[in-house]
């Protein structure tokens, strides 16, 4: 499960608050960029929050790898919103920031919501974590935060740096949490 959020977000908004076209031009920038990229890589787009992205892996087909597959996206991610900042600069906006974090666990995947309205989407405690996990990397001073569940089922295919063991908002126990080393 992979949760990415821009950083800053309410500054940036601030300054697009006589040009609402401006920032939605800006989100959909990004959020076109990364959802090519997550889906490339096999994921699927659960939802978009915002300028947050929730997506997952392994449904609602099973994917080898699926674990390899979001590090590898969310790598090529930065490695892509670092070309998009460029680009801001260039034209000169404001450059954005960005949060990313990765857990694996199960979850239950189907069509949830009410009787008037549901969409096809994940939820469990692993996908909360996620999002927790994202949450934290700012705290962190990390742009990629992965749980150990998912570290440790791809340990051998990237170099990964232990950052902390956390505690995260609404659990009582802590986890270790991880970067890719740059």
């Not at 500054?11 to 490339?40: D, H, Q, W």
């Not at 954005?96 to 009410?114: D, F, K, Q, R, Y």
């Not at 008037?116 to 974590?129: E, K, M, T």
Request: hydrophobic content about 40%; proline content about 3%; some cysteine.
């Amino acid at each position: 499960f992979m949760f990415s959020d821009i950083r800053g977000f309410t500054p940036i908004s601030e300054k697009y608050k006589s040009n609402p076209a401006g920032l939605t031009k800006l989100i959909n920038r990004f959020l076109t960029r990364m959802t090519n990229i997550i889906i490339a890589n096999g994921g699927t787009i659960d939802k978009f929050m915002g300028d947050c992205i929730m997506a997952f892996w392994n449904a609602p087909i099973d994917v080898k790898d699926h674990q390899m597959l979001a590090v590898m996206t969310a790598s090529q991610m930065q490695t892509e919103f670092a070309k998009l900042n460029a680009e801001l600069s260039a034209e000169g906006l404001p450059n954005i920031n960005i949060g990313i974090g990765i857990n694996t666990g199960e979850a239950l995947v189907g069509n949830m919501g009410s009787r008037q309205r549901f969409d096809y989407s994940v939820i469990g405690d692993a996908v909360n974590l996620a999002s927790r996990l994202e949450s934290s990397s700012k705290t962190l001073g990390k742009t990629l935060v992965i749980g150990e569940d998912t570290r440790h089922t791809i340990e051998t295919m990237y170099p990964f740096e232990y950052i902390d063991s956390i505690t995260v908002k609404g659990k009582t126990e802590e986890i270790k949490v991880y970067t890719v080393k740059s």
